[in-house]
């Protein structure tokens, strides 16, 4: 009998120690908190039950089952109704890329066969492999879309993408843009897409704008004839996306991507008003921001008549602009030289899929913490507009779009699990209304 209730003492306490030791497993399992001492420090990311049954905020609750619409895609869900949804953040900017293709709408696989580039260094190359991705299964990418490999002219696929950016409360896509008749080394012509582009945002009260790829003999002439084709022929469409400056004028604003590829020289001859080929005071006068790799393009961007400056990178610490310790200190500069400063933050950064021998720039995402992390810097740094790299450039892995596990043959890709597909337009979203706030209070 006292063995018996010694064992059953042994049975009970070892009962007690797992009601104990459990909870203490699963809260170290539970995200960090933020430590990054800032004010707008919080929690990564709420469980999937928080996002579900929040009800404490109606927009970020509408937002939330939206995108659970989205997420799920059945046949019978109801239809996302306009007046559900958020209003968009037109200081909230994602670049987007309507540069794929698929035999459905485009007659064979565009970017998603990506090319695997070889190493600079012949040597180097040998040891990685060659050739191109062969889609549907093997495509040029670390992720695997939701969608599939889609193209950028199916309608649906327009349709899909509207919705999770406007869920996600960014209110306006920067296109990347190569002139008619142009188009980039792996992809085809995309001024051709703009008119469906620009139409599908619309319907989703979004705007756009042009990211403006560093085309063939790009100069200063031809950038005033391709800046007045812009205008001329989108410049009247209502989704084409105009700043208000602080003189109350409204003016297109264009990203212009690998702007060091030519002198500020160059640049001075569109942008300053004594230049040969200047726009200033025209009817084509805009808003121009050049790319800033290295600290030593500061003075760059001032001598070549921007109006300010990006960073695009999502790789923080690969280049001065994209190190989120340097965002505050740009910011200072750009004040005190009258320019805008747009930090462009990102989720992470893979391209070993088209890039092999590249993983010592892969940013991990750590499951949202990486994005978290930009944004809470960006915020830091007061800027007037925040810009995210990206929405869709799968070959870099940083896009916000829905992503989806697959394994093909010996590739596993990465997902987003355990999070939802949706987990990253999720992040955003709440960062979109956080920076709102801030730039109400900002502004007092």
Request: charged share 20%; with cysteine.
């Given at each position: 009998?006292?063995?018996?209730r010694r064992?059953?003492c042994?049975v009970?306490?070892?009962?007690a120690?797992?009601?104990?030791i459990i909870?203490?497993?699963l809260?170290?399992?539970s995200?960090?908190?933020n430590s ?10 709420p469980?999937?039950?928080d996002?579900e049954?929040?009800?404490r905020d ?13 997420a799920a ?10 007046q559900?949804l958020p ?5 909230v900017?994602?670049?987007y890329?309507a540069?794929?293709g ?14 695997i580039?070889p190493?600079?260094d012949?040597k180097?190359a040998?040891?990685?492999p060659?050739g191109?991705?062969?889609?549907p299964?093997?495509i ?5 879309p ?8 199916d309608?649906s696929?327009l349709?899909?993408h509207?919705q999770?950016?406007?869920?996600a409360?960014v209110?306006?896509?920067a296109?990347s843009w190569?002139p ?5 080394d792996?992809?085809?012509?995309i001024?051709n897409?703009?008119?469906l582009i620009l139409?599908a ?10 990211h403006?790829?560093p ?6 002439a031809?950038m005033y004839e ?5 205008v001329d022929r989108?410049?009247s469409?209502?989704?084409f ?6 003189t109350?004028k409204f003016?297109?604003l264009?990203y212009?991507?690998?702007s ?8 001075s ?13 025209t009817?084509y006068d805009?808003?121009?921001i050049?790319?800033?790799v290295e600290e030593?393009?500061?003075k ?13 990178f999502a790789?923080n610490?690969?280049?001065?602009g994209s190190s989120?310790?340097?965002w505050?200190?740009?910011k200072?500069f750009?004040?005190?030289?009258d ?16 890039r ?20 809470n ?11 995210i790299?990206s ?5 870099e892995g ?5 992503a989806?596990p697959?394994t093909?043959?010996k590739?596993?890709?990465l997902?987003?699990?355990p999070?939802k ?9 709440k960062?979109?209304?956080k ?5 109400k209070?900002?502004?007092e």
């Open positions: 009998m006292a063995r018996f064992k059953s042994c009970i306490l070892a009962l120690l797992v009601v104990f909870p203490v497993i809260k170290s399992l995200p960090e908190e990054f001492g800032s004010p707008f420090a919080f929690r990564l990311l469980s999937s039950r996002v049954e929040d009800t109606p927009v970020s609750s509408k937002a939330s089952w939206i995108l659970k619409l989205i895609k059945k046949p019978d869900s109801p239809e996302i109704k306009m559900d209003e968009p953040n037109y200081n900017h994602a670049f890329y540069w794929y698929n035999p459905q709408f485009d007659g064979k696989y565009i970017h998603w066969d990506h090319l580039l190493h600079w012949p180097v040998l040891s990685y060659t191109r991705h062969e889609p299964d093997d040029g990418t670390n992720f695997y939701a969608l599939g490999p889609y193209s950028s002219k309608p696929v349709e899909e509207m999770q950016l406007c869920t409360g209110g306006v896509l296109l190569y008619a008749n142009m188009k980039d792996n992809g085809e012509e001024d897409l703009v008119p139409s945002a619309d319907k989703y009260k979004l705007k756009v704008v042009f403006i790829e085309y063939k003999n790009r100069d200063d031809n391709n800046i007045k084709y812009i989108y410049g469409h209502p989704a996306y105009r700043y208000k400056t602080n109350g003016l297109p264009y212009i991507y690998d060091y590829l030519q002198s500020p020289q160059v640049w001859q569109l942008l300053k008003s004594n230049g040969k080929h200047t726009i200033r005071n009817p805009g808003i121009f050049s790319l800033l030593r393009h500061k760059d961007v001032v001598n070549g008549g921007f109006d300010g400056l990006y960073t695009y790789t610490g690969f280049t001065y989120h310790h340097n505050r200190s740009m200072t750009c004040d005190n030289n320019l805008m400063f747009i930090p462009s933050v990102g989720p992470g950064y893979i391209d070993t899929s088209i092999p021998w590249n993983s010592q720039n892969t940013r991990n995402r750590i499951n949202g913490k990486y994005y978290e992390t930009s944004l810097a960006a915020l830091a740094a007061r800027p007037q507009i925040i810009s790299t929405f869709n450039e799968w070959h940083t896009q916000i779009e829905r989806v697959k093909w043959s590739t596993v890709y997902d987003y699990l999070h597909s949706t987990v990253y337009l999720e992040i955003t979203n960062w979109a209304r920076f709102s706030e801030e730039l209070k900002w502004s």
